[in-house]
């Protein structure tokens, strides 16, 4: 699929109208993937029953520690973007915010983020760099408990590094938030971006080969029926 473009859209709250109920329609945000779109990556992932639990995910990477996915944001990988000399995180950073400004070729330094998860823009400075964070869409710890744990560390490391379908800046708060939970434990604050989450999740999982939980797939057949 094709590099999924959206616009976020805002909240309005008009005078005398009041705010919507948690149970009323929310319009998806302009330049939401379709429900065919949604419906037909729905119709070729794999669902499992629940998520399997197999032991021995270690993402750190100090002495004795697994480094199961390799060390965060390394160039040393085949995913889009890596041997270009720059780390992930700022490879994602310079793709995915908007007034870039840079220190060299690499580093970030300023620039605004319109989070996909809340619609609402943060303005990030490196000095104060922990309030943008990078997001596994599809969760490492989840990878590793439904299949990537038998993959090679090769397919690992490009996994954990490919900006070009997992990868998401968004505040720090929505990530920790999420932590390592799929669809059906987690879904974005912002109601108008669900079809986009689902298109995303949906396409890391088909590209990786990389099954749903049978929860996973209720939630998002659900949000599919919404979409455009």
């Known amino acids: 699929m094709g590099k999924l473009i959206w616009v976020v859209c805002a909240v309005l709250v008009v005078a005398g109208c009041g705010v919507l109920a948690p149970d009323q329609p929310v319009a998806p945000a302009p330049g939401s993937p379709s429900r065919a ?12 029953a629940s998520r399997p639990r197999p032991g021995g995910y270690e993402r750190g990477c100090k002495a004795g520690q697994g480094c199961v996915f390799g060390p965060a944001w390394t160039d040393d990988t085949d995913a889009p973007g890596g041997h270009d000399g720059c780390d992930t995180r700022n490879n994602v950073l310079a793709a995915q915010l908007r007034d870039v400004v840079t220190r060299g070729r690499c580093v970030v330094v300023e620039g605004m ?4 998860y809340t619609g609402t823009d943060i303005t990030f400075r490196k000095a104060e760099g922990g309030r943008v964070q ?3 869409v599809y969760p490492l710890a989840a990878a590793w408990d439904l299949g990537a744990a038998r993959w090679t560390r090769e397919l690992r490391l490009r996994f954990a590094n490919d900006l070009s379908v997992n990868l998401l800046a968004t505040g720090a708060s929505n990530n920790q938030a999420k932590g390592d939970s799929t669809p059906g434990g987690w879904l974005p604050p912002a109601r108008a971006n669900h079809c986009f989450y689902a298109a995303k999740y949906l396409t890391v ?15 998002l057949h659900d949000i599919a029926r919404d979409c455009p």
């Open 37 to 48: 779109e949604v419906t037909a990556l729905l119709d070729t992932v794999r669902v499992v």
């Open 113 to 116: 983020l319109t989070d996909p």
């Open 134 to 136: 990078i997001d596994h």
């Open 205 to 219: 999982a088909v590209d990786y080969d990389l099954p749903i939980t049978a929860a996973d797939n209720a939630v």
